[in-house]
């Protein structure tokens, strides 16, 4: 253990006192400044020996060291003031940073019983002197300890929370990226196949198919360079707005373009969305006919969007086949975290008449 300033101001300041006491008192007894050296030396090392310094301060404020003096004509006896200072100093050292152990209480007691043993003075002032900053001691170590601990478990809950924070940006941008990249990359693989089956056949190849996969491809890379952008920490504007039920329209030309035949309905008058509860759905609705291109084919499918008042309800149902039944995936779960997300509910299973059902329920 190292000296610090407070070391060296503290023992700085308790020589400034002595001395000024020494030299406006002018009490009787030479040896004074090399006892104050060496008192000095011991508050400067006392945190080093605690212990150890005790001693000597405890029997240098007993009456051993008293003075006689006549004061009215009257015989007195009279100490220094400063040698209880310096013992009232390591004695609260000793409280403050001695371990809690037997061979620490022993020597403490040893102490105190020594001067208590050659101190005929006040027993008040006996108990008071050594003690109390003992005691004082032991209450600002164990009120730093408390501090320590309560620090060490804030510090504990904000890792949590920024471990917490960082595993739900993971989760959510994986979402996004499973969401938009799969959809993408979905339709452009059944609409490749219908091309290669056309070429095969020796049909000519529509070009908006073309352009279709095309722009496929474009959204996809597109959005994999807004989201590794999020990754590195890098601001700007997307490359086109955040999506939307907005574009309902758009999802479902695509999806019919890749083979997939698709009514919407709607009911109810449409209402404002929040921005994130807008998105969610659209994307619920998107990762539902992606699993339908993927696993039923060309099923009949039926999006339903209803604004009613216990939010927004929707539907994605398909009469397809047994290999449309699933109820497993990234996509279900993505689906269930965004329902979940806003306090609402979502339910994915086969139909009793034959198909496979999505339906969700938004609060608005």
Do not use: C
């Amino acid at each position: 253990m190292g000296l610090k300033r407070t070391d060296i101001a503290v023992a700085a300041a308790f020589a400034a006192f002595a001395l000024i006491e020494e030299l406006t008192i002018a009490m009787p007894g030479g040896w004074w400044p090399f006892a104050l050296a060496g008192f000095t030396t011991l508050i400067l090392f006392r945190r080093r020996i605690p212990l150890l310094a005790m001693i000597p301060n405890a029997l240098a404020a007993t009456s051993m060291f008293y003075v006689d003096a006549t004061i009215d004509g009257e015989k007195t006896v009279n100490f220094r003031l400063w040698q209880v200072v310096s013992m009232m100093i390591i004695a609260y050292t000793i409280g403050r940073e001695r371990p809690r152990d037997r061979r620490g209480y022993a020597v403490i007691a040893l102490t105190f019983g020594m001067y208590w043993s050659f101190n005929p003075g006040d027993p008040m002032a006996d108990v008071f002197f050594p003690l109390a900053p003992y005691v004082l001691g032991r209450g600002v170590a164990a009120q730093a300890r408390r501090s320590e601990v309560s620090a060490r478990t804030i510090a504990d809950l904000r890792e949590q929370q920024a471990r917490d924070a960082v595993m739900e940006e993971r989760v959510r941008i994986a979402r996004e990226l499973h969401d938009m990249v799969a959809h993408s990359v979905t339709v452009m693989v059944i609409q490749a196949g219908v091309v290669r089956r056309r070429l095969e056949a020796g049909l000519d190849v529509d070009h908006d198919l073309l352009r279709s996969i095309e722009s496929s491809g474009r959204d996809a890379v597109g959005e994999l360079r807004r989201t590794l952008g999020l990754l590195r920490g890098e601001e700007g504007e997307p490359a086109q707005p955040p999506a939307g039920l907005d574009r309902l329209d758009e999802l479902i030309a695509q999806v019919r373009e890749a083979g997939l035949p698709v009514t919407v309905r709607r009911e109810g008058e449409p209402a404002p969305l929040l921005p994130a509860v807008d998105m969610s759905a659209y994307r619920i609705v998107q990762e539902a006919l992606t699993n339908v291109l993927k696993h039923a084919g060309p099923a009949r499918t039926t999006v339903e969007i209803a604004y009613r008042p216990g939010g927004l309800h929707l539907s994605v149902v398909n009469d397809g086949t047994a290999a449309a039944l699933r109820t497993g995936g990234q996509g279900l779960i993505g689906m269930r975290e965004r329902a979940a997300l806003f306090g609402g509910d979502l339910e994915a299973g086969p139909r009793a008449g034959g198909g496979f059902a999505i339906t969700a329920r938004l609060p608005r």
